[in-house]
Structure formats: C-alpha cells, structure tokens
Nanobody, 121 residues
C-alpha cells in the first residue's frame, strides 16, 4: 500500500521561507514523477511544481524563482523549498506521485493528506 505524507507546513510572515517534505512509502519514487499542488480556501486545487524521475522540474508561473522542488530518492522523499512567501501562497499543500511527468492532478494516483501553509502580511 502506497502512503504519502507531507510535513513542514506552518505560519510564516510574508517574505519568509518554509520547506515542505513529502515522504512516500510502498513505492520507490525514483521511477515516478512527484508533484506539489495547493488549494486555497474557496479556490480550486492548482498545480505548483513537478519533478520527473530524471529530475527535470517545472513550476507554475506564480512561484517561479521563489520555489524549488527537489527529490532525495534514497530517502524516498521530495521537498518543496519556498522562499519569499506571499500571503497569496496561503493554502493546503498536497504532494502526489504518479507515472507521468504532467501537471494535471488526475494523472497522479497517490496523494497525501496535505499540510497547511499560512503566510501573514
């Protein structure tokens, strides 16, 4: 059984930084794409970043230059380093794993429960 667990969320002031972690069990992530999505209150879930098994990475425009996705395959863990945080980054952040290097949520077959990130102004 594959399990995905996010951690590292919290409350931070605008301009601050947080690093989210995503630990996966039951699947060796080296062969899969890993992605971060987020959902703000009253809004649809949106893609944030994705990293392929070859470590190619893509980001949604609003986080480019501020967020960095990385993976540590031996730890079966993916990270999202978030710098220069803005109030509009406030959301529940979800980690997902799947066989395709895509930004569409439906193509990811396992998801975590999410971790709350709140950025105060």
């Amino acid at each position: 059984q594959v399990q995905v667990e996010e951690s590292g969320g919290g409350l931070v002031q605008a301009g601050g930084s947080l690093t989210l972690s995503c630990a996966v069990s039951g699947r060796y992530i080296a062969a899969y794409s890993m992605a971060w999505f987020r959902q703000a209150p009253g809004k649809a879930r949106e893609y944030v970043a994705v990293i392929s098994w070859t470590e190619d990475a893509y980001y949604t425009d609003s986080v480019k230059g501020r967020f960095t996705i990385s993976r540590a395959n031996l730890k079966n863990t993916v990270y999202l380093q978030m710098n220069s945080l803005k109030p509009e980054d406030t959301a529940v952040y979800y980690c997902a794993t799947g066989p395709k290097f895509v930004s569409t949520g439906r193509d990811y077959d396992y998801w975590g429960q999410g971790t709350q990130v709140t950025v105060s102004s």
